[in-house]
């Protein structure tokens, strides 16, 4: 009876001991990662000019939505890689807007604004400008009044992600460099976005009243476009959305009407988030997937003008160049192509010229290989030619 009893108490033991170890080793890779994020921030240039700018203006200044989720994503990928330079353009980008909020007034963040894109214009390229939302107080921009990113009705009413409501801090060294909007007062020690990219996946908070009458309704912004936020993230970071985020943005997919009116600027707005969704993704065979399967593409092509690159449904008319097992295409392999030249499988160089920068990004981040749409042998807006038939 005892030998039982004590070997009873000895397997417990070893379940508590096993639970704690793993309690306490996803503290410590929190702290890792929240430590990680405060210390690194030094290392980007631009970050220093910002924060040197804030400071000159007696200002606090965070990186927020998908600036702050692309920092910290680059420094979760780059823990152990001495070598990151922290470089802005190996974290960002030539299109991403920079998304920064201030606490402050109108014209504070006016002056701010303007001093950022003074002293780094050589950043812009095909950005439009650096966007500054305010903290606390509304700012009113082309003519359009915009809420502060604290407003309660616009918190308790508007789906999001967890990457679209997180904030770090460029102005601090305190332990709250890293905060989420929906968790302000409360203040986490592991706020979600950390949470999030630790687990590997993007939490979706859909809220009823998102889509109630415009009457009952305090934010006229249609729930579709906090949906492309969250698949922009996903596709970008090369995380995948939880399952339950997952059927939330299935169930707006479904909802949304490509028909239904909507005002000029949700319109340009929804442009907007559709090619930077798809400009900036990291895998654009799995995007294309999980934007067919949703049944969302061709509703975005209706609701778009497909006839220039400036267009979402241009780029989403496309196809992406599909991956095949080695051996598996109809065309030859490297070493049969080698073989045939008479050289090394080593000296073989494969060029491709692209006709912008952001092309050129858009297929060195491919993550099985070249990220890129096929040419296609058939008369359509997109301009392709395929002489010998398509392919890359």
């Known amino acids: 009876m005892k030998r039982g009893f004590f070997l009873v108490q000895t397997l417990l033991g070893l379940l508590l001991f096993n639970f704690l170890s793993l309690r306490v080793h996803g503290a410590s890779e929190t702290e890792n990662l929240s430590e990680a994020i405060a210390r690194n921030r030094s290392k980007v240039e631009e970050f220093r000019i910002i924060q040197e700018v804030a ?94 990113l604290l ?76 949906a492309l936020r969250a698949l922009t993230h996903s596709f970008r970071n090369n995380i995948p959305l939880s399952k339950q985020a997952m059927r939330n943005i299935q169930e707006i997919a479904s909802e949304f009407n490509p028909k239904s009116e909507m005002t000029e600027n949700n319109r340009k707005r929804l442009n907007e988030l559709g090619l930077n969704m798809i400009q900036n993704a990291s895998d654009l065979e799995e995007a294309f997937e999980v934007l067919d399967k949703i049944g969302l593409i061709q509703k975005l092509i209706q609701v778009s003008d497909s006839s220039g690159r400036e ?22 392999t490297v070493k049969q192509i080698a073989s045939e030249l008479g050289i090394s499988v080593e000296q073989f160089t494969l060029s491709h010229e692209t006709d912008s920068l952001l092309s050129y990004e858009l297929m060195s981040r491919g993550l099985k290989g070249p990220n890129a749409y096929m040419s296609r042998d058939t008369k359509n807006q997109q301009a392709e030619r395929a002489v010998s038939g398509p392919g890359f």
Do not use: C
């Open 151 to 226: 407003d309660e009705s616009t918190l308790a009413n508007r789906s999001a992600d967890s990457h679209s409501l997180g904030l770090i801090e460029l102005t601090a060294n305190t332990d709250l460099v890293i905060r989420d909007l929906r968790q302000w007062e409360s203040k986490p020690k592991t706020p979600a976005l950390v949470n999030d990219i630790l687990n590997g996946e993007i939490s979706f908070y859909r809220r009823p009243k998102h889509n109630a009458p415009q009457s009952v309704r305090l934010d006229s912004e249609p729930e579709i476009l906090s």
């Open 311 to 332: 267009s979402m449904g241009w780029w989403l008319s496309k196809v992406p160049l599909a991956t095949r097992p080695l051996g598996k295409g109809r065309g030859r």
């Open 55 to 148: 400071k000159e203006l007696n200002l606090r200044v965070w990186l927020v939505g998908g600036t702050a989720a692309g920092y910290a994503h680059y420094v979760k990928a780059n823990l152990n890689n001495p070598k990151a330079d922290y470089d802005f353009l190996s974290i960002y980008t030539s299109n991403e807007n920079t998304a920064l909020v201030v606490d402050g007034l109108e014209e504070d963040a006016e002056k701010f604004e303007a001093e950022l894109k003074e002293r780094m214009n050589y950043l812009r390229g095909s950005k439009e400008n650096f966007q500054v939302g305010l903290l606390k107080t509304p700012r009113t921009s082309d003519g359009i009044k915009i809420k502060p």
